[in-house]
């Protein structure tokens, strides 16, 4: 499966912003989906993930409440709303395909190209 993320930018501190991630390839609903995140010297952190239903999601205690995570296995699409954001959510954020929910980023077989989040204070 390839994945192409897109949505990050530049937003002031509490604001909001939603990433988007679209899979083309082999059966997207078959995945599982997750987004991580990474800062320059820092190993990528995972963020949240979603089973190939939807039925569960997953979150790291650091977005708990401020982030979603959903998918729309129609559109072959998996999005990550983030609001009240924080200057510490600035990272590259990655979104991830595997067909079993991990917190490691090791775990995970497929990746897209990363898109940048800067959250201004």
């Known amino acids: 499966v390839q994945l192409q993320a897109s949505g990050g930018g530049l937003v002031q501190a509490g604001g909001s912003l939603r990433l988007s991630c679209a899979a083309s390839g082999r059966t997207f609903s078959s995945y599982v989906m997750a987004w991580f995140r990474q800062v320059p010297g820092k190993e990528r952190e995972f963020v949240a993930a979603?089973?190939?239903?939807?039925?569960?999601?997953y979150y790291a205690d650091s977005v708990k409440g401020r982030f979603t995570i959903s998918r729309d296995n129609a559109k072959n699409t998996v999005y990550l709303q983030m609001n009240s954001l924080k200057p510490e959510d600035t990272a590259v954020y990655y979104c991830a395909a595997d067909g079993a929910v991990a917190t490691n980023a090791r775990e995970y077989d497929y990746w897209g190209q990363g898109t940048l989040v800067t959250v201004s204070s």
């Open positions: 979603i089973s190939w239903s939807g039925f569960r999601t």
